[in-house]
């Protein structure tokens, strides 16, 4: 099973600046990577697929880089409605597909 | 546009079994992977299972010994059985969806929560 890390568990910041929260796996998972958003009380919601491919829908602000064993997810300008949990998924050794343990983006 | 709902019992007994269904409705059923995923209260996401077609399923080995997911194409159905329950299947569940051109669950249902206690 591969081991998805995420970090920091927690990154407080303004509306209007720059996250940058970071995924790394056990071994090598390509680019098979996920990022997801979830917001309180909802399911989570697909934001990044391939490491960097956004999802149908997503803002341009959303950015996702990385291949191997280190991720990262970058929002360039916080909007109110970012601040929530971010989990990433590997999909490239399974079963089973791993998530990492989360990253909550809170206002600061 | 596509849509997962999840339906089931909200409260199992600890050794029972938990059954859960997920309706799709507002797209094709058949060719995807459809799987379920748990979060425990105030925890991260945990992924069950898939099923695909009626024959082809895949499990979490720390899972295996104790679910089945069937599906039911006739009705855009698949399910999740659970056996032998205890206190930690105690968790939100959720139906997802891996898309058309990637693994990664694209669309999930709202989840329904499953306590388990006597």
């Known amino acids: 099973e591969i081991v998805m890390t995420q970090s920091p568990a927690t990154l407080s910041l303004s509306p209007g600046e720059r996250a940058t929260l970071s995924c790394r796996a056990g071994?090598?998972?390509?680019?098979?990577l996920a990022w997801y958003q979830q917001k309180p009380g909802q399911a989570p919601s697909l934001l990044i697929y391939?490491?960097?491919t956004r999802a149908t829908g997503v803002p341009a602000r959303f950015s996702g880089s990385g291949s191997g064993t280190d991720f990262t997810l970058t929002i360039s300008s916080l909007q109110s409605e970012d601040f929530a949990l971010y989990y990433c998924?590997?999909?490239?050794?399974?079963?089973?597909?791993?998530f990492g343990q989360g990253t909550k983006l809170e206002i600061k | 546009q596509v849509q997962l709902q999840e339906s089931g019992p909200g409260l199992v007994k600890p050794s029972e079994t938990l059954s859960l269904t997920c309706t799709v409705s507002?797209?094709?059923?058949?060719?995807?992977?459809w799987s379920w995923l748990r979060q425990p209260p105030g925890k991260g996401l945990e992924w069950i299972g898939y099923?695909?077609?009626?024959?082809?399923?895949n499990y979490s080995p720390s899972l295996k010994s104790r679910v089945t997911i069937s599906v039911d194409t006739s009705k855009s159905q698949f399910s999740l059985r659970l056996n032998s329950v205890t206190a930690a299947d105690t968790a939100m569940y959720y139906c997802?969806?891996?898309?058309?051109?990637?693994?990664?669950?694209?669309?999930w249902g709202q989840g329904t929560m499953v306590t388990v206690s006597s």
């Open positions: 099923v695909q077609y009626s024959v082809n399923t």
């Open positions: 071994q090598s998972v390509r680019t098979d």
């Open positions: 507002g797209g094709s059923f058949s060719g995807y992977y």
């Open positions: 998924q590997q999909y490239n050794n399974w079963p089973p597909y791993t």
């Open positions: 997802a969806r891996e898309g058309a051109v990637t693994p990664a669950f694209d669309i």
């Open positions: 391939g490491a960097s």
